[in-house]
């Protein structure tokens, strides 16, 4: 029997000849049966006549299918695989305030963002993928459906997501197929280095139309990638970016939506829907975690834990500003000051998505077609990436926050205090001093160590009690200090 | 007969033995007249015996003055003196959203803060004074009149505003005439080098009683201290640093303390109340200008403009943050993120306040005792002066500024665009780019120019139409903006 590994991907394929109506319309399922549980796939048309149904099994054992559509050649059939265990850590979940694979592994989702990296020439989509494997601090890439049209990129794209061209127009009821292999391939070539693809599925930077499409070519559209990269892991679903630069759309648009993708997705990939000014009402259930842009120019992360606590989900900072040197003042931070909003939204609870936007001869800004990363930052991203994994996720802790230095940590066990801009050379932490009350840990004894975030360097301090807990600092920048509770020393 | 250069000080006394009851509390004022126009002085008790008669003439010509007391010794005096003019520039006043001396020359209170520096050693406060005369950005200084009890401040004045001494207790009933020839003198020569004295007459860093007199004393003292101070030009009056950090004094306090002063101070000194956390009801109209600390860690002086508009008054943000090193957050902040706050104040129609917070082996920190500055603001504060002295106050142009540029200047005349922490290769500023429309500048033709805030230096860009105004710039932080429209080449 077919062996399918377990969240692998069942893949078979039925050709049907004569089709008269569209065939990007047929409704064509399957129901996944594993003793007494059933899931519900979604085939599609292929091109070429052919109908494809993909299913990506999440538990090991035997299951079988039965299929049913109105088009006789794809009703009727039945088969069944076995699914094995494997290593595979599955669909990314939340997990209270974070992130976990659904076998339980803790997923960090710091990312990055490459916009438009997939409709780049193939040498260029190959020093991405390149750059995305020597940057393990990037566990996240936003990436687009549709090309985008924009400062910086001008070139098309090889191959559209619609039949046609920008010559004679493209026809909406006709998804390409050939661009969804491609697409496809792209996401399973960042599955194979461990990258969640944050598939956004409309944005506005478009010069093609396919951001006013109408209603029933959005949802033709939405019921297609759904039942296409269903079966995929590594996929997250982005409704847009910046939804509230697509006027046209209105909140009854997202929500139906959601609701197709929640119908189409069995495998409940995250969802959410990313802004540019205000929020999408992020209470709303379908929305899995918070996918924010920054609100502010000069506050940025440092309203993370609000936003957290507001929504009770955890959130991802998708946009809080890029390194480069660009006219456009979210991009042209600076190294140091994009790794410290990663930092204050780090020990806030959130996790930081990193962009890069040097002016380049050919206009190649990583932000946007990928390449090679230019900046000083993709490192500091990967040394925090280590701390994620060492500390776990960490959650901002109001009540020991001292006004000026956000405290993240592990209520009892682990405290990660960070001092962003401030450069103090020493610094109190116990509970006598008049002034930082707020700031006391639990009694006992802590390792205390030093760590400079931009430098990328821990100094161990030692053990200490908490009534020793004076810290020296070097008074410089954008310093941390964690304390991890040695309980059996109380 | 006498000769009194204007804005000079006439000063006549008058012995008195016998005195019973306390002669602080004496009666003793007197009436000066020139031509139709009565301006009454209030005479003070200096000690021995002697009480003193001051007066600030504001207008040359023929003054005359006559005395009136509950003391016979001091009652029916009369006199005269001629008022010539003078090179002094006289009262700072309130000129629309800026300042000015009464003479009509502009002033930019760009200034410094040293709150104890009256209480440190004489060698100490000559090394002060001598700081200041080399440092033209720092044209004013908040100071105490009362001592300072705090971190780096465990040292006792050699002389204090009271009676007595810290072991035997102090009589509020008594001002020591002593401490405020010391203190006059100190702002003498704080006059003569050309800064204002921003006397704080509250505060609450106190071991010795002197933030807790009950409400007699606290009246004694501010009509003592009017008095006195009346006749320097020099003096501005903060009520307060952090009012609400004494809470023993309520609204009806300070709005009695202001009354006093109105009823004392003929020469009408500019006037404030300093916050910790909520504001003081700047729309109160004894105050003159909004003194301000910053309400948020992050976002510092990035409100000046809304504080303004919110008054409709000038602003000096006079706690934005020091220079230093030291354990708190607003005292370990780089020269660089300090001048970028003064920057934002200034593009913004405001002026900052400097302070400097070093670690010393003798706890001599600049923000509190003064001496020798040792940090690499200051030099950065002079040219900021020089920058308003050829701009002229600028104000915030609100509707001219783009959501990341701050833009201040004077409308179809000046634009300074600050691009802070923001570091682009190059920007538009011209009205054909679809993203920047609110940042378009009047039609006609700009001289352009490069201000390098951090390296102090001015790059002549030429003269541009505003349709060719797409600047290039160095992609390093810290750089402003300057566009002076040519109207003749219109």
Redesign the interface.
Same mark, same amino acid.
């Given at each position: 029997m077919t062996e399918i590994p377990c969240y692998g991907r069942f893949e078979q394929q039925f050709q049907s000849e004569n089709l008269s109506a569209n065939p990007f319309d047929t409704a064509f399922k399957a129901i996944f049966q594993k003793d007494n549980r059933k899931i519900t796939a979604h085939g599609f048309y292929d091109g070429d006549n052919t109908f494809k149904l993909r299913f990506m099994p999440d538990s090991p054992g035997e299951w079988t299918y039965q299929t049913f559509s109105e088009l006789p050649a794809l009703n009727g059939h039945s088969g069944s695989f076995t699914c094995t265990k494997s290593d595979n850590h599955g669909v990314a979940r939340v997990r209270g305030r974070h992130f976990a694979y659904a076998d339980g592994t803790p997923l960090y989702p710091l990312g990055t963002t490459c916009y438009a990296w997939v409709h780049q020439p193939e040498s260029l989509r190959r020093q991405t993928l390149e750059s995305l494997k020597n940057t393990p601090g990037f566990k996240k890439i936003r990436m687009c459906v549709f090309p985008k049209h924009y400062d910086f990129n001008q070139n098309e794209p090889e191959i559209y997501p619609f039949s046609g061209n920008p010559k004679n127009g493209f026809d909406f009821t006709q998804p390409n197929p050939k661009f969804y292999a491609l697409l496809e391939n792209c996401i399973a070539e960042l599955g194979e280095i461990g990258v969640e693809a944050d598939i956004i599925l409309f944005h506005a930077y478009d010069c093609w139309g396919f951001s006013t499409m109408d209603e029933d070519d959005n949802h033709r559209y939405l019921r297609y990638i759904a039942a296409r990269l269903a079966a995929f892991p590594n996929v997250w679903w982005s409704l847009a970016n910046e939804y509230d630069l697509l006027p046209h759309l209105t909140e009854q648009s997202w929500e139906n939506f959601a609701k197709i993708l929640q119908e189409v997705d069995y495998s409940e990939h995250l969802m959410s829907i990313h802004n540019c000014r205000g929020f999408y009402n992020h209470s709303r259930p379908w929305i899995s975690h918070c996918s924010i842009q920054r609100q502010?120019? /000069?506050?940025t992360a440092?309203h993370t834990n609000e936003w957290i606590d507001q929504y009770n989900k955890p959130a991802t900072l998708d946009e809080i500003g890029y390194e480069g040197?660009?006219?456009?003042?979210?991009g042209?931070?600076?190294a140091e000051?994009l790794v410290r909003r990663a930092w204050e939204c780090f020990v806030r609870g959130g996790y930081a998505g990193h962009g890069e936007t040097y002016?380049h001869p050919n206009d190649i800004l990583w932000w946007s077609k990928g390449g090679i990363l230019h900046g000083e930052s993709p490192k500091r991203w990967n040394f925090l990436m280590q701390i994620c994994e060492e500390s776990g996720g960490i959650d901002y802790l109001a009540e020991r926050s001292?006004?000026?230095?956000p405290v993240g940590g592990i209520e009892g066990k682990l405290y990660i205090a960070y001092f962003g801009?401030?450069?103090?050379? /020493?610094?109190?932490f116990h509970n006598e001093h008049p002034y930082l009350g707020k700031s006391n840990l639990p009694e006992g004894s802590y390792k205390v160590e030093i760590i400079d975030t931009w430098n990328m360097k821990i100094t161990d301090c030692g053990v200490k009690r908490r009534e020793e807990l004076l810290v020296e600092l070097p008074?410089r920048?954008y310093m941390a200090v964690r304390f991890t509770r040695l309980t059996e020393l109380n």
């Open positions: 502010d120019v /000069y506050k440092e040197d660009i006219h456009w003042g979210w042209n931070l600076t000051e002016t001292p006004w000026d230095v801009f401030n450069r103090p050379k /020493y610094r109190h008074a920048q």
